[in-house]
């Protein structure tokens, strides 16, 4: 049944292009920004919105009523919404993309259409390069050029296909070419801005912003980058360029002045900032990458916190900035702090040699301790993950003794007996209870058999959070970005039972992992559970992946106390004491 529900993309794609059409027929603005705010909505929502609307549930999600309920209904049963079929019969379609260019919108798209004939980007391309533009009134050279610029780019990104790229291939990249550029023009304000910047995990292209006098030597360094496979296009104030990775770079620049509206317009989410113009309206101001504009003119602001102060806003951080309470909240007052990396006191979760670990456990402990952690835990597999060198009753012990001398030998920092123990297919777990005792700390996970249906996967993870020895559920639905799907476990029954055990999930800053993602750790901390972020470091660099579980966790809105690892060891072990003690056990 599932393969015939129209996708939350399909139903987005639908509700934009009926805002769109509605818009350049002219209708009222309330109705226009509904279906706007509906598409965002349907295509932010992780779960199906055509198997809601079905259930009649469709309406418990924020910006969707009955009216619209029934069009995505409409939608599932018939393949088609009449209205929007109805407007399609007196608005040329094309004239939606048209109308999204910059600098034209839906007056303009009417005037094309109606003085040229044009119906589509396609014919538009053609009218330009004809010459016929100055048959219509409201096209000056300025329109004119950003046009051009613009039909230039959108047939480059065609041309281009760009994929999309993960967030931990990304995020390096972009902020190597931001520094770059710092670097090239002294003065300059460079930040990496876009969906990048809210930590999204995976991303079409690199939004990039500035702020200098120098618009044109920021340009020049950025075309020399060595990173940099050639140039798409290039204007005053914006330019494109392909990297070799595949992923585009889009640089806008603007004056330090307005700095903080531009950073602001452009880290987005576009349903953010739906939400921010509508607030602005209704105190008779619009917002733009340029200022905000009311009837005493426009003001222009360095910082992004200015933005947000002269709508009536607290700061927003860029991770939650995605339309899902977090305006409503900043709304009543100052936003509650989100866990940050230098809150991060110790890695609960790395390998070593002993397992799949690329170094032995000296020259991890030193690389953690390089980055002021107080504690390393060396959670290498357990006997069953045998292609990964999983210990077994033995080794453990062998590999004790090792961590017994490095302790000795060492005051700076706690290296914690700890393993990444698999929960077995049947749900058992792979060492028995007595050689569990002896660990400081137990992450379970699963490897194998994720194929499993979902009840049985989520008993199978259900039995080890009872399990009194464990510590965390590491990589919660064992997925890998573009390879595996997250396995079918239930979140919320995980969740439930790990608030009640006090067993901590964790999220996995592996850039291919991120697992628990972030709606799921939002589902988890609404739940009452707390989590671990862990780096599953395998090298020590890899210990560095502590930042994008951070980012994830950010995004979910957790603080650093709903993070276990902001705690120093000894407050971790009394906890984990507790616990242990909680089970009747010691
Ligand atoms: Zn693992
Ligand atoms: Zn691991």
Do not use: C
Request: net charge negative.
């Amino acid at each position: 049944m599932a393969g015939e529900l129209p996708t939350n993309a399909e139903i987005a794609d639908r509700f934009a292009l009926l805002g769109d059409l509605l818009e350049i027929e002219g209708a009222v603005r309330h109705r226009v920004l509904a279906y706007r705010r509906a598409a965002a909505r349907v295509r932010s929502t992780p779960a199906s919105v055509a198997a809601m609307a079905v259930a009649g549930r469709a309406t418990d999600l924020p910006d969707i009523g009955a009216t619209l309920q029934s069009k995505i209904a409409e939608l599932t049963e018939t393949g088609t919404i009449a209205a929007l079929d109805a407007i399609r019969e007196r608005v040329p379609e094309g004239l939606a993309a048209i109308a999204g260019l910059e600098g034209i919108g839906p007056k303009r798209a009417v005037a094309l259409w109606r003085d040229l004939g044009v119906t589509d980007v396609e014919q538009l391309a053609q009218a330009v390069a004809d010459g016929r533009l100055g048959e219509v009134s409201g096209f000056g050279p300025a329109t004119r050029d950003r046009l051009v610029e613009q039909l230039a780019q959108r047939a480059a990104r065609g041309a281009d296909h760009a994929e999309r790229i993960p967030l931990g291939r990304a995020l390096p990249l972009a902020e190597e070419i931001a520094a770059d550029l710092r670097a090239a023009v002294p003065g300059a304000r460079v930040e990496v801005a876009g969906s990048l910047r809210r930590g999204r995990e995976s991303v079409h292209d690199i939004d990039i912003v500035a702020a200098t006098d120098r618009p044109a030597a920021l340009q020049d360094a950025l075309a020399a980058n060595t990173a940099v496979e050639r140039v798409l296009s290039r204007g005053d104030a914006a330019m494109a360029v392909a990297t070799h990775v595949g992923v585009r770079i889009e640089l806008a620049i603007g004056p330090p002045g307005s700095f903080g509206n531009l950073l602001q317009h452009a880290t987005g989410s576009a349903a953010h900032n739906v939400r921010l113009r509508e607030l602005a309206v209704r105190r008779g101001l619009s917002v733009s990458q340029h200022g905000i504009a009311g009837p005493e003119g426009t003001a222009a602001m360095a910082d992004e916190d200015g933005v947000y102060a002269a709508l009536g806003l607290a700061p927003i951080p860029p991770e939650l900035r995605e339309d899902a309470g977090e305006i409503e909240a900043a709304q009543s007052g100052p936003l509650e702090p989100l866990v940050a990396l230098p809150d991060i006191r110790g890695e609960l979760h790395s390998h070593t040699t002993w397992s799949d670990g690329t170094l032995g456990v000296t020259a991890m402990v030193e690389a953690a301790r390089a980055l002021g952690y107080g504690y390393l835990a060396i959670s290498d597999h357990s006997r069953s993950l045998a292609m990964a060198g999983g210990l077994d009753a033995d080794r453990v012990r062998r590999q004790w003794e090792e961590i017994d001398e490095e302790n000795a030998r060492r005051s700076d920092i706690t290296v914690l007996k700890a393993t990444e123990v698999d929960i077995l297919a049947d749900g058992r777990i792979d060492f028995d209870d007595e050689l569990l005792a002896g660990f400081d700390w137990v992450t379970a996970s699963i490897h194998s058999a994720l194929t499993q249906d979902a009840e049985r996967i989520t008993r199978r993870v259900l039995a080890a959070v009872e399990s009194p020895f464990v510590d965390t559920i590491g990589h919660p639905t064992g997925r890998m970005l573009g390879r595996r799907d997250a396995a079918p476990v239930d979140i919320g029954r995980l969740a439930e039972a790990a608030a009640r055990t006090g067993t901590l999930l964790e999220i996995n800053g592996q850039p291919r992992r991120l697992d628990l993602d972030s709606q799921m750790a939002r589902r988890a901390l609404a739940a009452g559970a707390r989590l671990t972020i862990g780096a599953d470091a395998h090298s020590a660099e890899a210990l560095g992946y502590i930042r994008f579980g951070v980012l994830v966790a950010r995004r979910a809105g957790a603080r650093p106390d709903q993070v276990a690892n902001t705690a120093e060891w000894p407050a971790l072990a009394a906890a984990r004491a507790g616990r242990l003690r909680a089970a009747g056990l010691y």
